[in-house]
């Protein structure tokens, strides 16, 4: 099964939005600098994945192409805003498990 790059774009905005909304900009509209910082560098990866439509889940790919420090920015992203998802964007976390649970 074929993951749609468009969706897991989808997904990683989302995670990124609402870590940054409670983790840093309270008040304001859109991300903050370090937060747009770290999606353009996410959307790049995923552009450029050497897999393309096949592209697994990073958690199960061979290929660990972020740097280090945005490897452990992402994470603790994920980690915050993963066991939110499901109350937020049901359907995108739905998939993801699925996907994550299925798929090579």
Excluded: N, W
Excluded at 3 to 11: A, G, I, N, V
């Amino acid at each position: 099964m074929a993951f749609s790059k468009s969706l897991e774009e989808k997904t990683v905005s989302a995670m990124i939005d609402m870590y940054c909304r409670d983790k840093h900009r309270q008040e304001q509209d859109g991300l903050c600098e370090k937060c747009s910082r770290l999606l353009a560098y996410t959307l790049e990866r995923i552009e450029k994945c050497p897999f393309g439509e096949k592209k697994p889940v990073c958690a199960k790919c061979t290929v660990h192409c972020y740097k280090a420090e945005m490897r452990e920015e992402i994470r603790r992203v994920m980690r915050y805003a993963g066991p939110r998802m499901l109350y937020e964007k049901p359907l995108l976390t739905l998939r993801y498990v699925y996907r994550k649970a299925f798929t090579s």
